[in-house]
């Protein structure tokens, strides 16, 4: 949890005084259920390696 405070990814509003994950934390360390509803039109159907290896393609 000291981990999390000190890279700013559970951060303590100031205005309110409550503190909880940041979009940064909840995007790296959140489940699928949750990314859903903090971002809705945020996903990623497949990333697949293609031959070159120099570059990714995603696909729909």
């Given at each position: 949890?000291?981990l999390?405070?000190?890279?700013?990814?559970?951060?303590?509003?100031?205005?309110?005084?409550?503190e909880?994950?940041?979009?940064?934390?909840i995007?790296?360390f959140g489940?699928?259920?949750i990314?859903?509803?903090a971002v809705?039109?945020f996903?990623?159907?497949?990333?697949?390696r293609?031959?070159n290896?120099?570059?990714?393609e995603?696909?729909?």
């Amino acid at each position: 949890m000291a981990l999390l405070k000190t890279s700013a990814l559970y951060p303590k509003d100031p205005l309110m005084g409550k503190e909880g994950f940041a979009l940064a934390g909840i995007l790296l360390f959140g489940k699928d259920e949750i990314i859903a509803t903090a971002v809705p039109s945020f996903r990623i159907a497949l990333i697949k390696r293609v031959d070159n290896y120099d570059r990714y393609e995603t696909i729909d």
